[in-house]
């Protein structure tokens, strides 16, 4: 079979197609030289820079795990040690736990350092160092890491060891934040704070003190009983229910054993 010669129309569309063909790589091979023309002069101009963010990423980051893990680590080591001190402070082997808790005085982590401050003021009381065992009370009172709860007890144990060398206004400026009903510490605040003012002459307030003392259902019995009766003394009625009041003397005395 013959094949049908081209026309003049069909070899100008051959032509024309692969003129455009042409084009279209010619316009390629442009578009990729100036694609890495501009890369080139992105890196000329910010790769250094680049460069060195990079790297402190990853310097950044390396050094944030190891830090991490540093931190896990002494937070573990830490931990042990202050195990190790309670069971010695148990044993009343009191100088060997005071050689554990030396390092924890100082730690990082509040978690750990409070509670060994606590501790160790605890031997120095009974060592009978009371000087030094206000100073480690009022450390952990002045932790704005430690929690509130353990920062009033401190503060509670400091002003007590250190209460005959304190001037009555202290006692009760230091205290009066904690000697009011709803703390869990109101009972025995509220009862060293009551003694200042009998120092300060202000028996009318002091019994005041000992009467809701002596009312607050929360105070444990034996402190409610002797505020009762310092109130009584300092001339103030701190009973509401006199049946109740028997009963619970009935009881503590059900409670003792018979000679």
Do not use: C
Request: hydrophobic content about 45%; proline content about 5%.
């Amino acid at each position: 079979m013959a094949l049908r010669p081209k026309t003049p129309e069909d070899r100008q569309q051959a032509l024309a197609r692969q003129e455009k063909a042409q084009e279209d790589v010619f316009r390629r091979e442009v578009d990729e030289a100036v694609r890495q023309d501009r890369m080139q002069s992105a890196m000329r101009r910010y790769g250094v820079p680049a460069l060195v963010v990079a790297v402190l990423l990853i310097v950044g980051l390396g050094g944030y795990v190891w830090w991490h893990g540093r931190q896990v680590a002494e937070a573990e080591a830490d931990a042990v040690e202050l195990t190790l001190a309670m069971d010695r402070i148990d044993a009343n082997r009191l100088d060997e736990a005071s050689e554990r808790l030396s390092p924890l005085l100082e730690s990082d982590i509040a978690g750990y350092r409070a509670p060994a401050r606590m501790a160790a003021a605890g031997i120095a009381l009974e060592q009978g160092d009371a000087a030094e065992a206000t100073r480690l009370f009022d450390l952990v009172a002045q932790d704005a890491d430690a929690p509130d709860a353990l920062r009033d007890l401190a503060r509670l144990r400091a002003v007590s060891a250190n209460f005959d060398a304190m001037a009555p206004a202290e006692v009760i400026e230091r205290l009066g934040p904690i000697a009011a009903p709803g703390n869990p510490f109101f009972g025995s605040a509220g009862e060293l704070v009551a003694m200042a003012q009998i120092k300060q002459g202000n028996e009318d307030e002091a019994g005041a003190m000992f009467a809701q003392i002596a009312r607050e259902d929360d105070v444990p019995q034996s402190l409610r009983a002797r505020a009762r009766q310092m109130a009584g003394v300092l001339g103030t009625d701190a009973i509401d229910d006199a049946q109740q009041v028997v009963e619970d003397i009935m009881q503590g005395s059900a409670a003792r054993p018979r000679p």
